[in-house]
């Protein structure tokens, strides 16, 4: 005679025995972020949720250039196609940039047209950085920044300062992002 009982247990542990898979995504995430260890005193990439590896966050406070004094928030999404396709990244504030929409997407080349699996989270890193730095208005998702930019540099400067602030461009309310 079988005992169904004790067939149930048999399984249960089987059950618990098993091994959870680490995907080629989670492993390559884990080398990356394993990378990142002397990240410079302008960049703080954290891991907010300890049970999502996939998504991660990243502020920037630039020292030097238009942007200098302010703190910019970006969060990062990897999806199980990484390195093969690049995370998905929005700033989480309304800013004045040439290259930040107002919704926060970013047109940064590495994270579109020229991804390759070689890239990695220190290079998306170093290109963020740089788009603060050095703004590009020869290829804007904004639009009117860009010809601002383009066309009168004092303008813009005053522009980002009046934004960092809180202020309002154009009928545009920005975040104050002045730390």
């Not at 991660?56 to 250039?65: A, F, N, Q």
């Not at 390195?83 to 047109?107: A, V």
């Not at 590009?136 to 998702?141: C, K, T, V, W, Y």
């Not at 383009?150 to 730390?179: C, H, P, T, W």
């Amino acid at each position: 005679m079988i005992n169904i009982s004790s067939l149930k247990n048999k399984n249960n542990k089987r059950v618990q025995t098993k091994k959870v898979r680490t995907t080629a995504a989670q492993l390559r995430l884990q080398k990356d972020l394993a990378d990142l260890d002397e990240l410079p005193s302008t960049m703080n990439f954290i891991t907010p949720n300890p049970t999502d590896f996939f998504k991660h966050e990243l502020t920037i406070k630039p020292d030097e250039g238009y942007y200098k004094d302010g703190s910019f928030h970006f969060t990062f999404t990897f999806n199980t196609n990484y390195p093969h396709e690049p995370p998905k990244i929005l700033c989480t504030q309304k800013i004045y940039h040439p290259n930040i929409d107002l919704d926060g997407n970013i047109c940064l080349n590495i994270l579109r047209e020229d991804w390759k699996p070689v890239l990695n989270i220190n290079s998306i890193l170093v290109g963020l950085q740089f788009l603060f730095l050095e703004p590009n208005p020869e290829d804007p998702l904004n639009k009117e920044a860009a010809k601002v930019l383009l066309n009168n540099k004092r303008a813009f400067k005053n522009n980002v300062l009046i934004s960092m602030k809180g202020g309002v461009i154009e009928g545009v309310k920005y975040d104050n992002v002045m730390q």
